[in-house]
């Protein structure tokens, strides 16, 4: 199992660095919106005219592909609320059920 706090540790410092912003530009520079639409008009131009089918997952693709890259910007932040332990949710009458015994 891995070390949970050592691992939420390292993911504040990968944060903090200055080389992490780096990475997030990178991504939404060749991710980003306008990216995108550049990389799927490259793509359709290479597809034979009335393709519609291969159109579209070329579209698809790019999109999905896209919508990974930015998780990858938001992973670190997710994955320490996973680590983070988790909040015991007592309702009321589990409160009750304590003060009865």
Do not use: F, N
Not at 38 to 67: N, S, W
């Amino acid at each position: 199992m891995a070390d949970e706090t050592g691992e939420c540790a390292d993911l504040r410092e990968l944060l903090q660095l200055a080389g992490w912003g780096h990475v997030c530009a990178y991504i939404d520079q060749t991710w980003g919106p306008e990216a995108c639409l550049e990389k799927i008009d490259r793509a359709l131009q290479a597809l034979q005219p009335g393709d519609v089918e291969a159109e579209r997952q070329t579209v698809l693709q790019i999109r999905a592909a896209a919508k990974q890259m930015q998780a990858l910007k938001t992973w670190p932040v997710q994955r320490m609320r996973e680590l983070a332990p988790q909040k015991s949710s007592s309702t009321t009458l589990d409160r009750l059920r304590r003060i009865a015994r």
